[in-house]
C-alpha cells in the first residue's frame, strides 16, 4: 500500500474529527477505587454526533471511565474521580452542577438488559414522568411511542404496551433500555457493553439502531467485541491497565496503530 | 494415556480412569443414599414431635369450646325482684336471683320446693353466675317481670365436669366435689335435654375470674389486639425508615459499622430484659399506668424493632443493584429510585419479615410480667391505657390453677394463640405470593 496515499487519508479523517465539535472533553482524569488506581490520567475528546468506542482488555478502566461521564461512579463507596470532564464546556464535576440534571442529559444504558420489573409503557414512561416532560396523558404516549419507534421497538410491542417489561426476549429488553435512556431525549447515550448478553441477531439489531440514533445523539460505547467497534464507531480509544493507551479514528486504530500495545490488542496477541 | 501406556508397568498395573470410577460408584451411591435418608428422617422426627404437641393440646382443649348449660324457664317473681313494684334500679340490683335460678330448676327437676337438701344440691349444681345472667336479662328487659321466661343458665363447672365426662365417679362421695345426689340430678337433667354441651361463646368474651365457668379470654384477646396495633404503628415504620436509610443513604463507616452491630445485637438480647426496660423507662420514668396494653406494645416494639430493620435491609439488599443503576442512570435522585423501585420490590419481604415479628412478639410473655400484665382483670378494656392482659400471659396464669376448668382452658387459649399465629403466617405468606414480582 501506498504509504503517502495512507498517511494523507489519516491526516484527513483526523482533521475532519478535530473540525466537528467537541462533545465531551476529558483531561487529565483519574480514578481511585480505594487505594486501587483504576484510571490513569485519561485525556481525550468524544466528538458530537457520532459513536466513539472505548476498547481493551477486561479491568483496563474503559467502563470507568464511562461511568465517570455521567457521574455513576458516585454510587460506589470509596470511589474517587479527579482530573476533568466537560461536556459542552460545562465541567460536570463542578459542585454547583446538579447530578440529577446530568444524568437527564447523558442517558445510560447497561450490560445487563435491566428494565423496570413493570410494564413496557411505565418503563419508558419512567425517566420523562420524573422529570416533568409531557404535561398530558396524550403527550406522555407520544413520547413512549416516539421512543420506542426510535429504538426499533414499537413495532414489536405495540399490542403488549401494558405487559410488563421483563417478559421480552433479551435483545427487546436491550432496546426497550435504549427507548428508556432516549425518552428523556439526552444529548448523549452511554453504552456498556450492551450487546454482550446478546445473540448475534439481537446484537446486528442493535448496531443498526446506534448508527441510526447518530443523527440526534452523541454514543459512547465500551465493547470487549472489535468486530463491533469496527462496525459502529467512527473514533476509537484503546484503553490499557488504567491507561488510554491511544485514540485516534477506528480505521487508523485498527488498520495502522502507532502503539506497539495496540497492535498487539487488535492482532489477538492478548486480551 | 502417557502413564498407561509405559512399558516396564505392565498392563494391570494401572486401571483405567472408567474401572476406577467403576469401583467406587456402588459406594459413593449408598453415601448419597444414606445422606437422604438422614434428611428424611430429620424431617420425620420434627414432624412427629409436631403432630403429637398439637393432637396433645387439641385433645385437652377442645372441651372447653363447649361449656354446660341449663335451660330453664325462670319465673321473674315480683316479690322476689321489686316488691314495692317501683322499678328502682338499685332494688333491681340487689335482688336475690340466684334463688329464681334454683326455684326454677328445682322446678325443672320436679323436686320438692320445699326441701331444704334439695335445694342446696340444686344451688351447687348452678353457677355462681347464674345470679348475674338473669339479673342482666331483667334490667336489659323490666317488663319481663312477674313472667316466665326461658333462659340458658350457666352450670357449675364442678356440673360442666361430670358432664364432658371427666369426673371420676369412683372417688368415695367425701372426697368428692359432687355428692351422691348432685350426680342422680344431673344424670336426670342430661336425660331430659335440660342440661345441655353448647358453643362457650363465654371462652371469649369474659375476662379473668375465679370460676372456670366464667373464666374467659376475651380481655387477653383485647390486649394483644392493642398490643399489636401499638407494634405495627410503632415498630414497623420505625424500622424500615432505620433499615433504608442504613441499606440506601448511610456511608459504610465505624459509626454505621458499630450500629449495625448492635442492631443484631438487640435481636438477641432476651426478651425479659426489654421488660425490665420497659419497667424501667415507660412505667416508673414516664408514669405509665402499670399493666396497661400500650406499655406492653412498646416494650414489644423495641423487642421487634432489630427483627424489623433486619429482615427490611436483607429484603432490600435483595433487589438487583441493575434496578438502581436503570432508575439513576434515567436521572432518577436517590430517593425516587429508592422509593419507586427499590422498596415495591423488597415489600414482599419487607411484610413477610414484619408479620413474623409481630408474631413472635405477640407469643411473648415475658417482658410482660415485668410490666405488671399478669393482673387479675375482669373487665375488658376500652383503651389501651387500661389494665389487660395478653393471650400467652393468660395461658400462664391458667396453667397455675388446679381446678379441671381451667386445665382445659389452658389448652383452649393455647388453641386461640396458635390458630391467631397461624392465620398470620397464613396472612403473610398470601400477601407475599399476591405482591411479589419477578425481575
Given at each position: 500500500m501506498d504509504m503517502a496515499v495512507q498517511k494523507s487519508f489519516t491526516q484527513d479523517v483526523t482533521e475532519a474529527a478535530a473540525a466537528k465539535a467537541v462533545k465531551i472533553a476529558a483531561r487529565d482524569v483519574n480514578v481511585h477505587y480505594g487505594d486501587k488506581?483504576?484510571?490513569?490520567?485519561v485525556t481525550v475528546d468524544v466528538p458530537d454526533k457520532g459513536v466513539m468506542a472505548f476498547i481493551g482488555p477486561?479491568?483496563?478502566?474503559k467502563s470507568t471511565f464511562l461511568r465517570c461521564i455521567n457521574r455513576?461512579?458516585?454510587?460506589?463507596?470509596?470511589c474517587r474521580v479527579s482530573g476533568k470532564i466537560e461536556i459542552d464546556k460545562a465541567d460536570?464535576?463542578?459542585?454547583?452542577?446538579?447530578v440529577v440534571q446530568l444524568r437527564a442529559r447523558v442517558g445510560m444504558v447497561f450490560q445487563k438488559p435491566n428494565p423496570?420489573?413493570?410494564s413496557v409503557f411505565e418503563n419508558v414512561a419512567y425517566g420523562p414522568r420524573i422529570h416533568g416532560l409531557a404535561n398530558s396523558k396524550a403527550e406522555l404516549e407520544q413520547v413512549v411511542v416516539t421512543s420506542l419507534r426510535r429504538a426499533g421497538l414499537f413495532e414489536e410491542v405495540k399490542d403488549r404496551l401494558?405487559?410488563?417489561?421483563?417478559?421480552?426476549s433479551g435483545g427487546q429488553q436491550q432496546r426497550l433500555c435504549i427507548a428508556r435512556a432516549i425518552a428523556v431525549d439526552p444529548e448523549v447515550i452511554l453504552m456498556?457493553?450492551?450487546?454482550?448478553?446478546?445473540?448475534p441477531i439481537a446484537t446486528a439489531k442493535i448496531e443498526e439502531l446506534m448508527s441510526e440514533l447518530t443523527e440526534r445523539y452523541t454514543i459512547v460505547i465500551v465493547t470487549h467485541s472489535m468486530q463491533q467497534a469496527a462496525r459502529v464507531s467512527q473514533r476509537t480509544a484503546f484503553f490499557h491497565l488504567g491507561n488510554l493507551v491511544e485514540e485516534g479514528p477506528t480505521e487508523v486504530i485498527f488498520n495502522?496503530?502507532?502503539e506497539q500495545r495496540t497492535q498487539d490488542y487488535i492482532t489477538g496477541r492478548f486480551g | 494415556m502417557a502413564v498407561t501406556a509405559l512399558?516396564?508397568?505392565?498392563?494391570?498395573?494401572k486401571p483405567s480412569t472408567s474401572e476406577i470410577v467403576k469401583s467406587g460408584i456402588r459406594r459413593r451411591y449408598a453415601a448419597e443414599r444414606r445422606f437422604r435418608l438422614y434428611g428424611i428422617l430429620a424431617v420425620l422426627f420434627g414432624l412427629t414431635f409436631l403432630v403429637i404437641l398439637f393432637a396433645n393440646i387439641i385433645a385437652r382443649g377442645y372441651t372447653s369450646f363447649l361449656q354446660s348449660s341449663f335451660r330453664l324457664e325462670v319465673f321473674l317473681d315480683p316479690a322476689v325482684i321489686?316488691?314495692?313494684?317501683?322499678?328502682?334500679e338499685n332494688t333491681l340490683l340487689m335482688a336475690d336471683y340466684g334463688s329464681l335460678a334454683a326455684e326454677a330448676l328445682m322446678k325443672a327437676l320436679k323436686l320438692?320446693?320445699?326441701s331444704r337438701p334439695d335445694e342446696r344440691a340444686v344451688t351447687g349444681l348452678l353457677s355462681q353466675n347464674a345470679d348475674t345472667e338473669i339479673r342482666n336479662y331483667v334490667l336489659r328487659?323490666?317488663?319481663?317481670?312477674?313472667k316466665s321466661v326461658s333462659l340458658w343458665v350457666l352450670a357449675h363447672a364442678n356440673a360442666d365436669s361430670v358432664m364432658k365426662n371427666a369426673?371420676?365417679?369412683?372417688?368415695?362421695e367425701a372426697r368428692r366435689k359432687v355428692s351422691d345426689r348432685q350426680l342422680a340430678l344431673l344424670d336426670r337433667a342430661k336425660a331430659e335435654g335440660i342440661l345441655q354441651l353448647r358453643f362457650n361463646t363465654g371462652l371469649f368474651t369474659y375476662g379473668a375470674s375465679s370460676q372456670p365457668e366464667t373464666a374467659g379470654v376475651g380481655v387477653a384477646l383485647v390486649g394483644s389486639f392493642f398490643m399489636m396495633m401499638t407494634v405495627l404503628l410503632l415498630a414497623v415504620p420505625l424500622g424500615v425508615m432505620a433499615a433504608v436509610y442504613l441499606q440506601e443513604?448511610?456511608?459504610?463507616n465505624r459509626l454505621t459499622d458499630l450500629i449495625e452491630v448492635n442492631i443484631n445485637n438487640l435481636a438477641a438480647v432476651p426478651s425479659i430484659v426489654f421488660g425490665i426496660l420497659g419497667l424501667a423507662i415507660?412505667?416508673?420514668?414516664?408514669?405509665l399506668p402499670r399493666s396497661a396494653s400500650l406499655v406492653g406494645g412498646l416494650v414489644l416494639a423495641l423487642m421487634t424493632l432489630p427483627t424489623v430493620i433486619i429482615a427490611t435491609r436483607a429484603a432490600i439488599g435483595a433487589v438487583p443493584p441493575s434496578i438502581r443503576e436503570a432508575a439513576l442512570g434515567v436521572g432518577a435522585s436517590k430517593m425516587q429510585a429508592v422509593t419507586h423501585h427499590v422498596l415495591p420490590l423488597a415489600f414482599p419481604g419487607i411484610l413477610t419479615g414484619t408479620i413474623i415479628g409481630v408474631a413472635k412478639a405477640l407469643g411473648e410473655t415475658a417482658p410482660l410480667l415485668m410490666i405488671g400484665m399478669v393482673a387479675f382483670v375482669v373487665e375488658i378494656p376500652t383503651t389501651p391505657l387500661e389494665p389487660a392482659t395478653a393471650l400467652p400471659v393468660q395461658i400462664y396464669m391458667w396453667a397455675t390453677a388446679a381446678e379441671r376448668g381451667f386445665v382445659e382452658r389452658t389448652s383452649g387459649a393455647t388453641i386461640v394463640l396458635l390458630v391467631f399465629l397461624a392465620v398470620m403466617n397464613l396472612i403473610a405468606v398470601i400477601l407475599r405470593r399476591r405482591f411479589e414480582r419477578r425481575w
Open positions: 488506581h483504576a484510571l490513569k490520567h477486561s479491568g483496563c478502566g455513576m461512579n458516585d454510587t460506589i463507596p470509596g460536570i464535576y463542578d459542585p454547583s452542577l446538579d423496570f420489573p413493570k401494558a405487559d410488563p417489561g421483563t417478559g421480552l456498556d457493553e450492551p450487546c454482550s448478553a446478546l445473540d495502522n496503530p502507532k | 512399558p516396564t508397568m505392565g498392563p494391570r498395573a321489686d316488691p314495692s313494684g317501683a322499678r328502682e320438692d320446693p320445699k328487659n323490666p317488663s319481663e317481670i312477674g369426673f371420676d365417679r369412683t372417688v368415695p443513604f448511610a456511608g459504610r415507660f412505667i416508673n420514668l414516664f408514669g
